[in-house]
């Protein structure tokens, strides 16, 4: 059984960049055709997917956060994190990492991490 | 970027009742639509894909169905664990999306 888990600061100053870490278990990060996603939740509203990294290194980012996002793995250590740059108030969220099928859907997600931005 | 309207974002039923959620696509997105439900707390968890193939361990009371544009999740008798939050995801384009949400109450 596939297990995710989200670390990281759970505090990041405005302007400052928010770095999290997923690390799986169960399971090798490259094998089988798999994506590696960030999904981030604010208080009280939906689900936003951030963006998403194959086995292959590829990555695709939702447009509204391209400019700030990096989403990279580390294979020896079956981890894959997020960066994001120049963070505001309005990046305060639970941030989710999740596995999704290669032509699927996200099949498995992590418990979650609240990060707030302030000073 | 593909938009997923969910209707209706709030709904209240009894235990017992059937409920139908309905998820709309701005362009066609074949059967590439999966539905998550989130409990208060939790994270979401996948409860079909494809549109209609039910994942492993989901009851058989839940049901997908549609293609193309509209789509929808099926309750066929709402049962007290079902009170939650229901999210359509599309993943027909290389920029995934959900759909607002849908708040199961009880009524």
């Known amino acids: 059984q596939v297990q995710l888990q989200e670390s990281g600061p759970g505090l990041v100053k405005p302007s400052q960049t928010l770095s999290l870490t997923c690390t799986v278990s169960?399971?090798?990060?490259?094998?089988?055709?798999?994506?590696w996603s960030w999904i981030r939740q604010p208080a009280g509203k939906g689900l936003e997917w951030i963006g998403r990294i194959y086995t292959s290194g590829s990555t695709n980012y939702n447009p509204s956060l391209k400019s700030r996002v990096t989403i990279s793995v580390d294979t020896s250590k079956n981890q894959f994190s997020l960066k994001l740059s120049s963070v505001t108030a309005a990046d305060t969220a639970v941030y989710y990492c999740?596995?999704?099928?290669?032509?699927?859907?996200?099949?498995?997600w992590g418990q979650g991490t609240l990060v707030t931005v302030s000073s | 970027d593909i938009q997923m309207t969910q209707s209706p974002s709030t709904l209240s039923a009894s235990v017992g009742d059937r409920v139908t959620i309905t998820c709309r696509a701005s362009?066609?997105?074949?059967?590439?639509l999966s539905w998550h439900q989130q409990k208060p707390g939790n994270a979401p968890k996948i409860l079909i894909s494809?549109?209609?193939t039910l994942e492993s361990g989901v009851p058989a009371r839940f049901s997908g169905s549609g293609s193309g544009t509209e789509f929808t999740l099926t309750i066929s008798s709402v049962q007290p664990d079902d009170f939650a939050t229901y999210y359509c995801q599309q993943y027909g384009s290389s920029f995934i999306t959900f759909g607002g949400g849908t708040k199961v109450e009880i009524k």
């Open positions: 494809k549109a209609s």
């Open positions: 169960g399971g090798s990060i490259s094998s089988g055709s798999y994506y």
């Open positions: 999740a596995r999704g099928e290669v032509d699927g859907s996200l099949d498995y």
């Open positions: 362009q066609n997105i074949n059967s590439w």
